[in-house]
């Protein structure tokens, strides 16, 4: 299966969720989210293609494979597959038995709106930095840049660069420890 995404800088939430309600979107649901990044070629999220993810919600928990990004455009398609994990702690002993790099590990809260069949998830990393972006995923990238279209004004493009912070608090850490 491809995911098919962009990922948007904001200001103003409430704007933008008055649009999503204007063209119809509908609030699914809010969570919290506990992700783990490793990866066997690279150290940092700005490189990190070919990664495998744990994901945790609650009692549960997902392990997903993120391929190398197969398009050039702010909207990034890529293979992604994912099962459900019976063991996650199991999994990460795996993952390092296998010498597998642990780039980043996260905690985020995302609320999701549903508008026709596309998902968009307001995304407010909170470990270990401080981001919020917004996250556009179709089955396409018309149906993808189609509300990137709407959202023009509210919303801006942002590439992996944004995600160096991540990258930069990580080495922080590391350097202090």
Not at 21 to 47: C, P, Q, V, W
Not at 126 to 146: C, G, M, R, T
Request: with cysteine.
């Amino acid at each position: 299966m491809h995911e098919i995404e962009v990922k948007l800088k904001f200001e103003d939430k409430e704007k933008i969720v008055s649009k999503l309600k204007s063209l119809g979107a509908k609030f699914r649901e809010k969570y919290e989210l506990t992700d783990i990044y490793f990866s066997l070629k690279h150290n940092d999220m700005k490189n990190a293609h070919d990664l495998i993810r744990i994901r945790k919600k609650g009692d549960k928990a997902e392990l997903t494979f993120k391929g190398k990004c197969e398009t050039e455009s702010h909207i990034w398609k890529r293979i992604e597959l994912t099962t459900n994990l019976g063991d996650s702690e199991a999994m990460l002993q795996i993952l390092g038995y296998l010498k597998f790099n642990k780039i980043l590990e996260n905690k985020s809260l995302r609320e999701y709106w549903d508008l026709a069949d596309t998902e968009i998830a307001f995304i407010s990393l909170i470990y270990p930095a401080k981001i919020d972006f917004i996250e556009i995923e179709a089955l396409s990238e018309e149906k993808v840049q189609k509300v990137l279209d709407e959202l023009k004004g509210l919303a801006e493009v942002v590439g992996e660069d944004y995600f160096k912070k991540l990258d930069e608090v990580r080495e922080k850490a590391k350097a202090e420890s």
